[in-house]
Each structure stands twice: as C-alpha cells, then as structure tokens.
C-alpha cells in the first residue's frame, strides 16, 4: 500500500512524500521478511519490493539534489522533470521505541 502511494506521489511530482513512503514501503516489507513465518519464496518477492523501493528512494534523492546544485549554480532547469527550486527533502525520523523496533532487536 504505501509502495502504491509513494508511486503516486513521485508522479504527481509531490517528491517529498514519495522519497518517505519509498523508505516506509522498504521498512515494511523487511519487516514482513523478519517476522512473517512464510515461504522462502515470498521472502525473496518482498526483499526485492525492498530493493526496488530503496532504490526508487535513492533515485528522487539524487533527482532532487541534483537539481538543487543546479539551481544554486544558476541555471534554469531546462526540461519538464525538473522540479522547482524550493523543492526539499524532510529528513527521515527513526522511532527505536516503536514496537516494530523493539520486535526487530528482539531478533538480532
């Protein structure tokens, strides 16, 4: 579900919430791997969902960094997929006290 919305959002060039929701979708789906007691086969179709969403995640990173030097250097974005300037990602927060967490240190 929140692979779906990220996609959603990062078409709607809402790259914010996306870049969030790509990290959420992963954190979910590793956590499915650790915790769920399902095939071996499963596992492997939800660490590469993972990969897939990481990846998409490091993608809109890049794409917004990216074009952030480009407009502090001073050039105006050119094509269509660029996004405006005041476009930012909010830092990732990471909640060690949730109960997913303390399930995956119970694990390790």
Known sequence: ??????????FSRDYDQAF????QAADYFLHLVRSSPASEKSKQQWRGTAAKALERAEKIKRFV???RSNNQ???VPVSSGQPPAAVSLTPVGIDYFSPRRSFDALLI
């Open 20 to 23: 969030r929701l790509y990290l």
């Open 1 to 10: 579900m929140a692979y779906s919305k990220a996609s959603k959002a990062e």
């Open 65 to 67: 960094d990216v074009s």
């Open 73 to 75: 250097a001073g050039s």
